[in-house]
């Protein structure tokens, strides 16, 4: 297991922190439903050299990070 790290921030710092990996989590997300056969929609951001299967383990990594970090918020 990774080493515990403890950040003091501004309650706002950890919003905006939230909202882009929330962000992130939702380009993983559409990448995966792109890849299994979803619409193309060019306005939103693909990942590239990625599968559907690894891009849906990306979704679940961001999800595990947003569920600590709100913990804590």
Request: aromatic share 10%.
């Amino acid at each position: 297991m990774d080493e515990i790290v403890t950040l003091k921030m501004p309650h706002s710092f950890v919003g905006q922190i939230l909202d882009v990996l929330r962000m992130e989590q939702d380009a993983w997300g559409y990448t995966q439903s792109y890849l299994l056969g979803g619409p193309l929609d060019i306005d939103r951001l693909i990942k590239a050299d990625s599968t559907a299967t690894e891009a849906g383990k990306m979704v679940d990594f961001y999800q595990g990070i947003i569920d600590v970090v709100e913990r804590q918020y």
